[in-house]
């Protein structure tokens, strides 16, 4: 049980409540704001308590974050949030798919680097992925995605 | 028996194509470990999209029938179950499968899926349109008091800590208010250019259930991989269905439990499935057989699971209050096709809602005659790594909630939104409620600005709000959920 990560979560719920109980109290008019006052009140009080338990040490329930859960999840995330907010319209989503895809797979996968033919393995399951993914949302349901610099 | 004249529609050939599709989908996502029924339900929607109303609700029904039978193939043969609806289904499937009784184990739970299921739909036929005639008697003042229910509820019997289900409800009715206001036009807490839609349900449904997966598979490391697949010997299926003929009492006490619990909003297949596992046990002659890979352990738990399904929605049907996180996902669904569950929905859409209801009862056949012949291929899709699997949910996640507005705006809602629900999940916060509260908190709002209104030019919203007995019996009821989980929580030496 990590005491200072439940303390530093339900802080953070305790600003973003805060913060929404204030918009809600000041902006105007005020007719527009009714429920959300009502809603920002409770969001408040329970945010409140929450972070109350937590800097008693009372909060048990939810076992926080390992350093070796967030080591291994870091460049899974890191991978994630390039190909989400910066890959995917920057060079276009399918070929931001096929380098993300690849990546992630080489990242977690097991099998050992050394190896070609766990190399050409991935590659043919990142094309068979790409060629399922193109042929259902660009064929099937014709989304017109982002191309960005290629496709 | 009005949903008789509605059996044509299932019989077309887009439907059944669709169901079939559903069923099959559904068996190969359900037995895959890590994706819930809700999650793929969840990324199911957007392919619903270029579908008629009718033909994607017959899609997601089948998949959600399908994948909470589809859970029990990992949950045999690898001890994983594919939902949490299958943890019961673990305890006896499993230990058959060491037995090598595997094709046993997974046909016997097909079967009684098939029987636990089509009781709980026909449950669903005959009891909604009675509920439904009920509910027409609701105003604005009981429709805003439900959606309230129907959050607490969720928020404190699908959460391990009351006070957190019920914060994790606010935030989801809070995030519901952002945008424009419906009444005035006039922006509310638009702090990005994303959010000047408001948030839509679709995109960040994705995000809330697939994107905490794809981060927990992440967080598991590279070298954390699943035990070794088990063989599956050939067993007739003829006597399966003998030995399920055989076990009716299990059949019967997982049938009956699973319906009863589906009813209760809030209760998902997980506990029915423990609930009933543990009475046919209590009933049993054979009790110190269960455990060691007994039938009756799995034809009880997998009866009572699917059983569920129906009746999870029918108070989804008639008061708007999703029976189960996938109920509340399939709300989603039926929102975004313009269909308004409640009051009028049986008269509005019966073109819709009837063809529904009975492809489920199709879909049961179809899930036990392809979940009986698929099952050994199940069984391989079951051992897809977990590299693979995050990353195709990944991608599926990217163009799924891409797809629905084609707006990128929509992509990062999804991504912000799945990557803080991670972190919520681990600090004791729970998705089911979170959705709930950004699914009930538009239904909420314009019932209460509604009933303010008339309240102002009646007796006040004091008395508008707080009296009749219709107004006090939900207020109770909310009171009551929250106190008795409370109490719960304190008794079993919860932190609340």
Redesign the interface.
């Known amino acids: 049980m990590n005491y200072l ?2 303390r530093i ?2 802080g953070i ?1 305790c600003a973003v409540a805060i913060w ?1 109980c204030w ?1 809600s109290f000041t ?1 105007k ?1 005020a ?6 006052r ?3 009140v ?2 408040l009080l ?2 409140l ?2 972070f109350a ?1 937590a800097m008693l040490g ?8 390992s350093m ?3 080591k ?2 870091a ?3 890191a991978i ?2 390039i ?3 910066w890959a ?2 920057t060079l276009g ?1 399918y070929t931001a ?1 096929i380098f ?2 690849f990546i ?2 080489s ?4 099998s050992p680097n050394t190896e070609f033919r766990i190399w050409m393995k991935r590659g043919l ?1 990142t094309a068979a ?1 790409i060629a399922i ?1 193109y042929a ?2 660009a064929v ?2 014709k ?4 191309r960005g610099m290629f496709i | 028996m009005e949903f008789i004249y509605y059996f044509g529609e299932v019989f077309t050939p887009i439907s059944m194509l669709l169901l079939i599709g559903g069923t099959i989908g559904g068996l190969i996502l359900g037995a895959t470990p890590g994706l819930s029924p809700t999650m793929a339900v969840a990324l199911l929607i957007p392919f619903t999209f270029q579908l008629t109303p009718v033909h994607g609700l017959i899609l997601l029904g089948a998949a959600y029938t399908s994948t909470v039978a589809g859970g029990a193939v990992s949950a045999i043969l690898l001890k994983i179950p594919g939902a949490p609806a299958n943890i019961a289904t673990t305890l006896d499937g499993h230990a058959m499968a060491l037995k090598g009784e595997g094709a046993k184990a997974l046909q016997l739970s097909f079967i009684s899926s098939l029987f636990g299921g089509i009781f709980g739909v026909l449950l669903l036929i005959f009891l909604t349109p009675v509920l439904a005639e009920w509910a027409l008697a609701f105003g604005p003042p009981h429709l805003f008091w439900l959606a309230i229910l129907g959050v607490t509820v969720i928020g404190s019997l699908e959460s391990n800590s009351v006070v957190k289900g019920l914060l994790s409800g606010c935030i989801g009715m809070w995030l519901a208010t952002i945008g424009f206001d419906d009444m005035l036009g006039v922006k509310r807490f638009v702090f990005h250019s994303s959010l000047g839609g408001g948030v839509n349900i679709i995109p960040a449904l994705i995000g809330l259930f697939a994107i905490p997966q794809v981060i927990t598979m992440f967080a598991k490391g590279r070298f954390d991989q699943d035990t070794s697949r088990i063989e599956v010997k050939k067993h007739p299926v003829g006597a399966a269905f003998k030995e399920v003929f055989k076990r009716k009492r299990a059949l019967g006490i997982g049938t009956i439990i699973g319906s009863i619990i589906g009813l209760i909003p809030g209760v998902g297949g997980q506990i029915a499935g423990l609930v009933a596992y543990d009475q046919a046990k209590k009933f049993s002659p054979e009790k110190a057989k269960f455990g060691t890979g007994h039938s009756e352990g799995v034809i009880a738990a997998e009866a009572a699971n699917n059983a569920m399904v129906g009746p999870s929605l029918v108070p989804l049907l008639t008061l708007s209050i999703p029976g189960s996180p996938t109920a509340a996902v399939l709300l989603g669904g039926l929102l975004i096709h313009g269909i308004f569950p409640g009051v009028d929905l049986f008269q509005n859409y019966p073109e819709v809602v009837w063809p529904f209801i009975n492809s489920m009862l199709i879909g049961q056949v179809l899930m036990c005659i392809f979940g009986i012949y698929i099952a050994s291929f199940a069984a391989r899709v079951a051992q897809v790594p977990k590299s693979v699997m995050a990353a195709t949910v990944l991608g599926l996640a990217l163009f799924g909630s891409y797809a629905v507005q084609q707006s990128m705006g929509d992509v990062y809602v999804m991504a912000v939104l799945g990557g803080m629900m991670y972190f919520l999940e681990r600090f004791g916060f729970s998705a089911a409620p979170l959705v709930l509260g950004l699914i009930l908190g538009p239904i909420a709002e314009s019932n209460f600005v509604q009933g303010s209104m008339i309240a102002n030019a009646q007796d006040g919203p004091m008395i508008y709000f707080f009296s009749g007995t219709l107004n006090i019996a939900l207020i109770a009821v909310v009171v009551l959920s929250v106190g008795y989980s409370a109490w719960s929580e304190i008794t079993s030496r919860k932190v609340v």
């Not at chain 1, 009372?58 to 974050?65: A, E, I, P, Q, Y």
């Open positions: 990560q439940h979560s339900s719920i929404v918009i902006q008019p007719e527009a704001f009714l429920f959300p009502i809603i920002a409770f969001f329970l945010a308590w929450t338990k009372r909060s048990k329930v939810g076992n926080g974050l070796a859960a967030a291994n999840l460049p899974g995330v994630t949030g190909y989400i907010f995917a319209k989503f798919s993300a895809f992630l797979l990242l977690y996968d097991p399951i992925f993914m259902l949302f099937v349901l989304v017109y995605t982002p």
